[in-house]
């Protein structure tokens, strides 16, 4: 994959930063003062257990959810004040839910992300198509453009929608959980791709090897509170996988490629033989 040729602006990235962001709903909390930060042009993960508040977090970062408490800023704007139009230029999402219901080809739900920046009715212009046909490319599409997105593979769908998002030309993007359906491949392909863009990206994801490979910092969500951020080396620890987890690991420098590795050790429940 090759990253596409974004303007300027998306390729300075923006500062995204939550600031003691709750989230209360019905009476129970699902986040309680998260405060994390993603500089420009940073990836940033957010890991932890099913239910520790990551989606629920991101909600608030592309405007699906209000924070009961604190805000979210997009460099020194509040999201939530911000008009919807200029939002979506300046960012992007990709959501775990991956609709099927669309009668539309892979190029068509792509070029969705053009819509931005046009007005209501108004065509895709020369720039927009070289946009689009750029998006596919990177995403590997190019040759599935005509095909019908509701006949698509789950990891297919899934690259079109960051297709979609990479069309929108954000400084900014909010990913959860975006290799969920994707092969081996087309993930680590994802993830690069994320790199080289440029653009700040804040990415919900279960694998602690891809964010300790991909992410310049990561922050460990767990219960709805925030435990632990920082680089990987200091997040990703065995105690801490213990605590949050409640399984054993082995982190250690990989001998090639001097990534960390983690190997969950199936036998433990934790880093004293199960103690």
């Known amino acids: 994959m090759s990253a596409p040729s974004l303007p300027p602006g998306a ?46 977090l991101l909600r608030t970062f592309y405007r699906a959810l209000r924070p009961t408490s604190g805000r979210v800023l997009l460099d020194d704007d509040d999201l939530w004040e911000l008009p919807g139009r200029q939002v979506a230029r300046r960012l992007s999402a990709v959501l775990q839910e991956t609709p099927s219901d669309f009668e539309l080809t892979v190029h068509d739900v792509t070029a969705m992300g053009r819509a931005p920046y046009k007005r209501a009715f ?13 998006a596919l490319a990177a995403l590997d599409l190019t040759d ?11 990891g297919e769908k899934q690259r079109v929608l960051i297709a979609r998002a ?5 400084a900014a993007m909010v990913l959860d959980e975006p290799t969920n359906h994707l092969d081996l491949r087309h993930q680590l392909d994802a993830l690069r791709l994320m790199r080289r863009l440029g653009v700040t990206a804040v990415i919900a994801l279960h694998d602690l090897n891809l964010a300790a490979a991909f992410c310049d910092r990561i922050a ?10 920082g680089r990987p080396a200091e997040v990703i620890t065995p105690l801490l996988i213990a605590e949050v987890y409640g399984v054993a690991a082995e982190v250690t420098p990989h001998p090639r490629t001097g990534l960390l590795n983690v190997v969950v050790i199936p036998e433990e429940t934790g880093p004293f033989g199960g103690q």
């Open 122 to 134: 108004q065509g895709d212009g020369a720039e927009d198509h070289r946009i689009v046909a750029e």
């Open 220 to 229: 460990v969500l767990h219960q709805g509170r925030l435990v632990s951020a």
């Open 166 to 170: 990479l069309a929108q030309q954000p």
């Open 144 to 154: 599935l453009a005509g095909r019908r997105f509701d006949r698509l593979s789950g």
């Open 11 to 56: 390729h300075r990235g923006a500062v995204v930063r939550a600031e003691s962001v709750s989230v209360v709903v019905g009476g129970r909390a699902l986040v309680s003062e998260v405060s994390i930060e993603a500089g420009r042009g940073e990836v940033v993960g957010l890991v932890g257990p099913n239910g520790a508040g990551k989606s629920t």
